[in-house]
C-alpha cells in the first residue's frame, strides 16, 4: 500500500513539474493599452519609461493604425532601420492581415526559442483582444514566413556570397 502511495505521489510531483515546464515565472506586468495616448500623458511619461516600455509602444503603434475610424479596419506594416524611417508601406486591411496571418497550420518538428517577455505579450494582447483562436507559436511561425518572403531575394544574394546557393525556398 506504500509503494502505490509512492508511486502517486511520484507521479503527481512530475506532472506538476510537467505543467510548470516552459512557464516564465514572474509578477505581472501592467498591459500595453492600444488606445492612442494623450499628448500631454505621452510627454510625461516619456521621462519616465524604462526602454523596455518604449520598445512595447513602438511595436503597438506599428501593429494599430493611429487614425480612429481606421482603427478596427487597418494595420500598418511600417518598420524603422537605425535612425532612419523607411517609406511607409501600404496598408492592409484586418481581414487580409487574419487570412495572412491568423491562420492555423500544422507545424511539423516543433523547436524551443526564447524571445523578449515584452513582444510575446505583446502578441498575447493582439491575438486575445482580437479573440482569434490560432496558438502563438503558428502566429509567430507566420509572421516569420512572411518576413522572409518579403526579404527573400535579398537574403538570397547575400547568403548566395558567403555559404549557401538558396537560404529560403519556400
Not at 509602444?57 to 535612425?83: A, F, I, P, W
Not at 516569420?144 to 548566395?160: C, G, I, S, V, Y
Amino acid at each position: 500500500m506504500a509503494k502505490i502511495q509512492e508511486q502517486r505521489q511520484k507521479l503527481e510531483a512530475k506532472l506538476k513539474e510537467m505543467a510548470e515546464d516552459g512557464v516564465m515565472k514572474t509578477p505581472p506586468k501592467e498591459t500595453v493599452s492600444f488606445d492612442p495616448p494623450d499628448e500631454e500623458y505621452e510627454e510625461e511619461v516619456k521621462t519616465e519609461v524604462s526602454t523596455n516600455q518604449k520598445e512595447k509602444q513602438h511595436l503597438v503603434k506599428e501593429l494599430m493604425s493611429t487614425s480612429d475610424d481606421k482603427q478596427d479596419k487597418t494595420l500598418c506594416k511600417s518598420y524603422e532601420r537605425g535612425n532612419e524611417r523607411s517609406a511607409e508601406t501600404p496598408r492592409i486591411s484586418l481581414e487580409d492581415y487574419r487570412t495572412r496571418y491568423l491562420q492555423s497550420i500544422r507545424l511539423r518538428e516543433r523547436t524551443n526559442f526564447t524571445m523578449s517577455a515584452d513582444t510575446l505579450q505583446v502578441l498575447r494582447n493582439i491575438l486575445q483582444d482580437l479573440g482569434e483562436r490560432i496558438s502563438m507559436a503558428c502566429y509567430i511561425d507566420n509572421i516569420l514566413r512572411e518576413h522572409l518572403k518579403e526579404h527573400k531575394e535579398l537574403l538570397n544574394n547575400a547568403t548566395a556570397k558567403h555559404r549557401r546557393k538558396v537560404a529560403i525556398d519556400f
